[in-house]
């Protein structure tokens, strides 16, 4: 530790000299006026950092002094030659007017002597010169300060120079590692020089002592700053706590303290069995989980109650000395939902009514004769609850088939089953209602393309006349059905077929002669008939 002190004096002392000899040279100070003033001068001269030189600038002044701080590792210098046509370098470089040139500085502390040469067209030459001094760094906080095992208390800070920790017996030596905020500082860790960010093994007294760590930091410039570690050791066989204990799945309630000896749980109903793990603080103390010897930081199952009941699991460290801490966690398992409600019912093809709430367990569906199959969705509110359709089991929000429905005239039963994890059943029913055939033969409207029908037309009214003019010679009768699932037919083809409600039939006509149209609608129950006939009769003249 004395030879660098020495080194960075010696550094001064040469400076020193080095100023000496230069203000003997250059004349700074008192005498550096020169009263004719230099043949080639300087109109402005400049350095940043610090912006400031001593003395202040005059052209008639060629010798200068600067201090930067410890950190500047360059300076700028900027010079302006009073004559356009002189030229000048600066620290050896070529400058131009008012041209910031950078000069790199020796590493702290240091001094550097920057020349600036002028010359104009007749060869005269002045050279004005700047020591700029670069002080030793005074900087003696550390950056980071950790103890292993630890933590420090307080947590680390630069400006915290006193700390403790708490250890327990089995350990006999800790790693201390500290780290310079200046690099060029030195460091000593319990009296031994220590590089930084350098881990350092510390052997500790016997169980039940403290040791005092001292960490010295020395500035460059000589200045000094101590940080004091005090680390208590626990004595032998007298430590009982756990040092770490963790419960999966779940989360401890409260977070995990040592000096803390219960804890809660909570999981869901579907969770039978836990892991619990517990590493103790103390190597010579004994582990217990339940009754049973476990090594620490060893995993132990461990199964719980049916849903609804609390399990305690009791984790016991026995210290060397015999004294005991028995720590208790709490496992509260869930009791199993009793939500047996569907969250969506929906049917395909059709509508329910009512519409569809979780409460409403009847329903109704009205579908078409023709419609022999249903699709019936259900979807379930609790995911872990179980579907049924039917009797069938079936996944929630997977689509169900019915088919086939009960033949028209009969409703289809259809039963949706919840049942929830508790056990408990709810019902949903939806009745498909399947009408009979319509016997439903009528149409609904005729018309011809000439002339009137005679009587105007009515459903109940099958035999109609039509007179049309000579000039007429063709005839198209339209007629649509009352129930649109019946058949019309005209001169035995359909002219529209089941679902569809309009169809015509077209004939040439007879000069003076009368032409017969039938159409026929057969209703839906194919037993049922009903024909509408039209004489169209066509003049002769």
């Excluded at 008192?30 to 052209?59: C, Y």
């Amino acid at each position: 530790m004395m030879g660098r002190p020495f080194t960075i004096a010696m550094q001064y002392l040469a400076a020193i000299v080095f100023i000496a000899l230069g203000l003997g040279t250059y004349g700074c100070g008192d005498s550096a006026t020169v009263s004719e003033g230099p043949p080639v001068r300087l109109s402005s001269l400049a350095v940043t950092p610090p912006g400031a030189l001593q003395p202040d600038f005059s052209s008639n002044v060629t010798d200068y002094r600067a201090t930067v701080s410890t950190t500047d590792s360059s300076v700028i210098v900027r010079a302006t030659p009073e004559s356009s046509t002189a030229t000048m370098t600066i620290d050896g470089q070529p400058a131009g007017t008012d041209q910031g040139i950078s000069v790199t500085l020796d590493l702290a502390p240091s001094t550097k002597s920057i020349f600036i040469r002028i010359t104009d067209q007749s060869g005269a030459q002045t050279t004005y010169v700047v020591i700029v001094t670069r002080p030793a760094s005074s900087n003696t906080d550390l950056r980071s300060l950790s103890l292993s095992p630890g933590p420090l208390n307080p947590a680390f800070r630069a400006g915290t120079t006193k700390y403790t920790a708490q250890v327990g017996s089995g350990t006999a030596r800790v790693s201390v590692t500290a780290t310079l905020q200046d690099p060029t500082a030195a460091l000593d860790v319990d009296g031994q020089g220590t590089i930084s960010g350098q881990a350092r093994a510390i052997d500790l007294g016997d169980p039940g002592s403290s040791k005092d760590i001292t960490i010295v930091v020395t500035a460059p410039n000589g200045s000094l700053k101590s940080y004091l570690v005090t680390v208590v050791r626990a004595a032998l066989g007298g430590n009982f706590n756990l040092g770490k204990l963790t419960v999966s799945p779940g989360t401890l309630d409260p977070s995990f303290k040592a000096s803390t000896p219960r804890y809660t749980v909570n999981v869901g109903s579907g969770t039978d069995r836990v892991v619990v793990t517990a590493t103790r603080q103390e190597s010579s103390s004994t582990l217990q989980v339940n009754g049973q010897v476990a090594n620490s930081g060893q995993a132990r199952t461990i199964d719980l109650q049916d849903p609804g009941l609390p399990t305690d699991i009791e984790i016991l460290v026995i210290a060397q000395n015999g004294s005991r801490q028995p720590y208790v966690i709490t496992m509260n398992r869930a009791a199993l939902s009793a939500d047996n409600n569907l969250k969506t019912l929906s049917v395909s093809p059709g509508t329910l009514t009512p519409t569809f709430t979780p409460d409403q367990l009847p329903y109704t569906v009205d579908v078409a004769t023709g419609v022999s199959s249903l699709t019936v969705t259900a979807t379930v509110q609790d995911s872990n609850a179980s579907l049924m359709i039917n009797g069938q089991g079936i996944s929630s929000g997977q689509p169900r088939e019915i088919s086939p429905l009960a033949p028209p005239g009969s409703n289809t039963l259809i039963a949706i089953l919840v049942r929830a994890p508790s056990g408990a059943e709810k019902t949903y029913t939806v009745t498909v209602k399947r009408p009979l055939p319509s016997s439903d033969a009528a149409l609904s409207a005729l018309t011809v393309s000439a002339g009137t029908l005679n009587p105007g037309f009515a459903a109940g009214t099958i035999n109609y006349t039509v007179n049309v003019p000579a000039s007429v010679d063709s005839l198209t009768v339209t007629a649509t059905k009352s129930d649109p699932n019946a058949v019309a037919s005209a001169s035995g083809s359909v002219i529209a077929a089941p679902g569809v409600a309009t169809g015509s039939v077209s004939g040439p006509l007879g000069l003076g002669t009368t032409t017969l149209f039938t159409i026929t609608v057969t209703a839906q129950d194919g037993v049922t008939t009903r024909p509408y006939t039209i004489n169209v009769f066509r003049d002769s003249r």
